[in-house]
């Protein structure tokens, strides 16, 4: 028989079983970590099963045994629950993770209700104090959960309704459920006949057809512009344009203000077609800017051209896995206007070498930095 001390090693068991499965999964399968995790389900394992077979070390009479057990407890569905979250862990191993976490969930909000709800009926042979008892218990954290899912759910389905509509018809549909959504809650607080019965008939309402049209929204898939931008990913780094020409996406909304500036080392200028640097907390020019090696820094670039510019930084190049095909390494700013900024941070793990030197450039402009990395 498990007893009740028995269920919380159990439960500990589970759950550092589920935690090392999501451990290797998502961090890794051969680590420290994991090998930790699966001993401490061992360890709650064993010591439940301790538990179990002494009995929490309690003694009952055969008729306290019976008395408390004399009444059947009502049937549960939470077993059923548990093994859809068992279901889902295995199906989503096999497709994608999403499916694997909610599975997780779901694993584990069924397990948790399962054993509380085992516990419950067993505390007495009065059925309504257990019903007492259970909702002591788990009623804390029943209504917090189910609300934080009911919410999920809400935001998730009429997120699919707003991505499959028009960028125009967006915010009108969200301006006018939230009005909707006002109205309705000033009816509630005002008339007695919307309280009780009615607001959850109107409440379930809602959240069905809410699913129903979002479940259509999104087996109809997104706009078909963002349905482009997700194909091509168009703001990808390694599709970043770093010629003198503006970039159809990579320059979109391009943010020339820079808010901080305590951690910058150094400010490039082009001016009048040329390109020179100074130092922080230097007013005369350098032609050459030494940033350490492996360390996060910034250096500014700003603009006092007449003509759009942007700061290119080359490092060199490398190899491409196993092809031998060598590719130019470096990166670059969005195009800056006239007396505009932007800032670029660096993190530079090896120094350069005398045939492929390190160098800020700006497509359109005479002259370049060169960049030391000791």
């Known amino acids: 028989m498990i007893t009740p001390g028995s269920k919380y090693f159990f439960g500990l068991t589970g759950l550092s079983l589920i935690a090392a499965i999501l451990y290797m999964v998502l961090v890794n399968p051969t680590d420290l970590g994991a090998v930790a995790l699966f001993g401490l389900a061992t360890s709650g394992a064993l010591i439940g099963v301790m538990a179990s077979f002494t009995r929490d070390g309690d003694v009952y009479t055969d008729e306290e045994a019976v008395a408390a057990n004399a009444v059947a407890g009502p049937p549960s569905f939470w077993p059923i629950v548990f093994a859809l979250g068992a279901a889902l862990v295995l199906t989503g191993l096999a497709t994608v993770s999403v499916v694997f976490i909610l599975g997780i969930a779901v694993l584990i909000g069924g397990g948790v209700e399962w054993t509380i709800q085992n516990w419950a009926d067993g505390a007495s042979s009065d059925r309504e104090f257990n019903e007492f008892a259970r909702a002591r218990a788990i009623s804390a954290i029943e209504y917090p959960g189910l609300a934080a899912v009911g919410l999920g759910v809400i935001a998730f389905f009429f997120s699919r309704v707003v991505l499959a509509v028009s960028k125009e018809a967006g915010p009108i549909i969200f301006i006018v459920v939230a009005a909707v959504i006002f109205v309705i809650g000033v009816l509630i607080a005002s008339k007695p006949f919307m309280k009780g019965a009615v607001t959850v008939v109107v409440a379930v309402l809602a959240v069905v057809a809410l699913a129903a049209v979002g479940t259509i929204a999104a087996l109809s898939g997104e706009r078909h512009e963002l349905a482009v931008a997700a194909e091509e990913d ?21 943010n020339n203000t820079v808010s901080l500036r305590s951690a910058v080392t150094a400010t490039i200028f082009v001016k009048d077609g040329k390109v020179y640097a100074e130092a922080i907390g230097m007013t005369k020019k350098v032609d050459t800017i030494t940033i350490p090696r492996s360390n996060a820094t ?4 700003r603009n006092l051209d007449d003509e759009k510019h942007r700061l290119v930084v080359n490092l060199g190049s490398a190899k491409v896995a196993e092809t031998g095909v060598a590719e130019k390494v470096g990166t670059c700013t969005q195009l800056t206007g006239k007396n505009q900024e932007q800032v670029m941070t660096l993190k530079i793990p090896k120094p350069a070498t005398e045939t492929e030197p390190y160098s800020f450039t700006v497509p359109g402009a005479t002259g370049e930095i060169k960049l030391v990395v000791p």
């Open 298 to 301: 910034s250096v500014m670039f």
């Open 234 to 254: 168009h703001f990808d780094a390694s599709h970043r344009e770093c010629g003198e020409e503006e970039s159809e996406h990579y320059d979109h909304l391009a």
